[in-house]
């Protein structure tokens, strides 16, 4: 079952500054939005208000037009819930309409996003979190810092990427890193980037999204098998300081990069393997929009694949063998 935010004022609002990876974010909304993202966003608001290189614009209610689609002709990049993201080259921008839901159009080199929310529920669920996430990718990308669908743990500033598809076990795993004693960056998003040359994982740290499966594996978290979710997702955003009692750490130096899957046994098994087999599972990463932007995403992760050791992880049920795994490679 989905339901809507309970309680939430529609006049809510807000107006407040995030850091990101070295990146100044500003984001206003309005009722329900606001609320999800205040949630969602809390980790990364910045103590220095001042002028931010992106935007994001996003308002609630009446449709006046708003956030409209550019003009002339445009390529679908991305299959969305109702509908397809489009490029516009001409323009270089981002839009997807949810008739009755949702648009966007997104200015990545700009760094301007709007959005217009059409419909409550649903609506303010996609301005929250896949239509925040997918614009906020592109923005970053042009401002050199390159997303990765990955989680991120750490254990003194060294760090582990886990990259892989949803179903891949991404956040079961991190919530059993960070139950061992692990830093937590994310368990989603990644920010991969360069400073003075050396490579730096940023987290984009928000909640860890976990199944009915998960939660019943967790004391901490069985409270919510068979609680309702949010509309439009199938599981629950869990506050990891709440939940564990840890704050996530910005950022880390890339230590390791695992691809993980559920085997299905008591043992995990850690296979190292070559960074050309790594490269093709992280290149669905990518969105095809700017030619430049894009051709420096890839360059980024092919840096990633070749910097640091790559390796399979078929994660077995016992949890602590599979942490005990990924601490042998740290050293």
């Known amino acids: 079952m989905n339901v809507r935010l309970a309680g939430v004022d529609p006049a809510m609002r807000l107006s407040d500054t995030y850091s990101l990876c070295g990146v100044t974010i500003n984001v206003s909304a309005t009722g329900e939005v606001a609320a999800l993202l205040g949630s969602r ?27 409209a689609a550019p003009d002339g002709p445009g390529r679908p990049v991305y299959d969305a819930p109702g509908g397809q993201l489009v490029y516009f080259k001409e323009s ?36 929250a979190y ?9 923005v970053m990308k042009r401002r050199g810092r390159f997303p990765l669908h990955a989680g991120c743990v750490a254990r003194d500033g060294r760090g582990v990427l886990l990259a892989g598809t949803s179903g891949s076990g991404k956040s079961t795993l991190t919530a059993a890193l ?77 230590r390791a990069l695992v691809l993980p899957r559920i085997s299905g046994e008591r043992e995990s098994v850690l296979v190292e393997v070559p ?32 910097e640091v050791p790559c390796y399979s992880l078929a994660t077995g049920t016992d949890l602590s063998l599979a942490s005990g795994c990924l601490r042998e490679i740290l050293g």
């Not at 270089?92 to 997104?106: E, T």
Request: proline share 7%; with cysteine.
């Open 41 to 67: 966003l809390r980790f990364l608001r910045s103590p220095v208000a001042g002028p931010a290189s992106v935007v994001f614009d996003i308002r609630a209610g009446v449709d006046d037009g708003f956030a």
């Open 92 to 127: 270089d921008q981002l839009f997807i309409d949810c008739p009755d839901y949702l648009r966007m159009l997104c200015s990545p080199g700009a760094g301007l996003v709007k959005t217009a929310v059409l419909g409550a529920g649903a609506g303010s669920v996609l301005a």
């Open 130 to 138: 896949l239509f925040f996430t997918i614009p906020l990718m592109e």
């Open 178 to 254: 960070v139950a061992d004693g692990w830093d937590f960056l994310t368990d989603d998003m990644v920010f991969v980037t360069r400073q003075a040359g050396e490579m730096w994982a940023c987290g984009f740290s928000d909640e860890i999204d976990c199944s009915d499966e998960t939660a019943a594996m967790f004391a901490q978290l069985r409270h919510l098998v068979g609680e309702p979710t949010l509309a439009g997702r199938g599981k629950h955003p869990v506050d990891v300081e709440e939940a564990f009692g840890v704050l996530p750490v910005p950022s880390c130096r890339p």
């Open 275 to 306: 960074a050309s087999h790594a490269l093709r599972e992280l290149a669905p990463n990518i969105l095809l929009t700017q030619p430049a932007a894009t051709q420096a995403h890839l360059d980024m992760l092919a840096d990633l694949a070749r």
